[in-house]
């Protein structure tokens, strides 16, 4: 069984910056992509972006400039680094496989207001 733990959320004021990190256990597949999902109150799901097993990173264009993915493999963490933040922005993150699996963790929150 696979496990996601994801932390660094909080509340921060518009324009200002977080650092969430997920820390992955369990069967995890080598070089298997690694996503960052966030929901929003009464919103599905949505996929922010997602880092392959060699680095290569994507984010949605509503992130894009703003958000960045890392990770460091040796660790099984992966990082979401999010500036400029806005309002919008404010969700629960997760992250989980990209394609995700059935295993969610329990999520950070991440609130942006003033």
């Known amino acids: 069984q696979v496990q996601f733990v994801e932390s660094g959320g909080g509340l921060v004021q518009p324009g200002g910056s977080l650092r969430l990190s997920c820390a992955a256990s369990g069967r995890i597949f080598s070089n298997r992509a690694m996503g960052w999902y966030r929901q929003a109150p009464g919103k599905q799901r949505e996929l922010i972006g997602a880092i392959t097993g060699e680095g290569r990173t994507n984010v949605a264009d509503s992130v894009k400039g703003r958000f960045t993915i890392s990770s460091d493999n040796a660790k099984n963490t992966v990082y979401l680094q999010m500036n400029s933040l806005k309002p919008e922005d404010t969700a629960a993150y997760y992250c989980?496989?990209?394609?995700?699996?059935?295993?969610w963790g329990q999520g950070t929150q991440v609130t942006v207001s003033s």
């Open positions: 989980n496989a990209y394609p995700a699996s059935s295993f």
